[in-house]
């Protein structure tokens, strides 16, 4: 008797153990950035640009443990640069495990009727001249993204504990633009930018255009590319 009573003890310390160890957080470090992609047979590319983000949530399937879910909700707008590292507001700490699935959305609102994404970047003429791109948006959008690990491009990601992890957030504006041709951009309006003939993307200038790719936008999906760090 006292024997089962022994071992009944050790396996409910087991069984508690593994329930303690898939609470156990790791720091995930996101960040937001474009992909470096381009379109038009490569006359068409993006660099930089900005998004606000008004909140960030979080949908992750678990092997063991439960399942992970939180949205993080900002009392200010978070205006995170593209490409920019170390943004505190995205970094969370994440119950570690193998998440066979994390699927995550971004969500940006218009704040006082100012731009709450832009995109610049460049494209080359037919007679080869390099004319900036910006683009504007002041909608308000969801933005799904779905999580990928770098080292086996696929939706299985593992979440050490003793591991650091960073998951850049892979915007891809060339796939917004792909539903434009060249000889759109080519009679495109001009306007002065800080000085510079600028084909400008709005909803007052090349409001056609803007129309195009925005209905383009609300189709793609992001990816957030995981990978750990040392």
Same mark, same amino acid.
């Given at each position: 008797m006292g024997?089962?009573?022994?071992?009944?003890?050790? =396996?409910?310390?087991?069984?508690c153990s593994k329930v303690n160890q898939w /609470?156990? !957080?790791?720091k995930v470090c996101f960040n937001i950035t474009v992909a470096e992609e381009s379109s038009m047979d490569g006359a068409l590319f993006f660099k930089e640009g900005y998004m606000t983000?008004?909140?960030?949530?979080? %949908?992750? #399937?678990r092997t063991e443990g439960a399942d992970?879910?939180?949205? /993080?909700?900002?009392?200010?707008?978070?205006?995170? =640069?593209?490409?920019?590292?170390?943004?505190? %507001? =995205?970094e969370f700490d994440v119950p570690q495990g193998v998440y066979t699935e994390i699927n995550l959305? =971004?969500?940006? #609102?218009?704040?006082? /009727? /100012? !731009?709450?994404?832009?995109?610049s970047g460049f494209f080359e003429?037919?007679?080869g001249k390099l004319y900036p791109v910006r683009f504007e948006l002041t909608e308000n959008e969801h933005f799904p993204v779905v999580g990928e690990d770098l080292v086996d491009s696929d939706t299985e990601v593992d979440l050490i504990q003793v591991t650091k992890t960073k998951a850049t957030i892979l915007l891809n504006p060339a796939n917004w633009f792909r539903i434009l041709t060249k000889e759109a951009l080519e009679q495109a309006e001009k306007v002065p930018v800080e000085g510079i003939n600028t084909i400008l993307i709005n909803n007052t200038i090349n409001g056609q255009l803007y129309k195009d790719v925005v209905a383009a936008l609300e189709m %793609?999906?992001?990816?957030?590319?995981?990978?750990?760090?040392?």
């Open positions: 024997l089962k009573i022994f071992c009944f003890f050790m =396996l409910s310390i087991f069984a /609470k156990q !957080p790791t983000v008004e909140s960030f949530k979080f %949908d992750g #399937e992970v879910y939180f949205t /993080k909700r900002y009392t200010q707008e978070l205006k995170t =640069l593209f490409g920019a590292t170390n943004v505190s %507001d =995205l959305e =971004l969500i940006s #609102e218009v704040q006082s /009727k /100012k !731009p709450n994404l832009v995109v003429s037919k007679i %793609d999906t992001a990816k957030a590319i995981f990978v750990k760090q040392s």
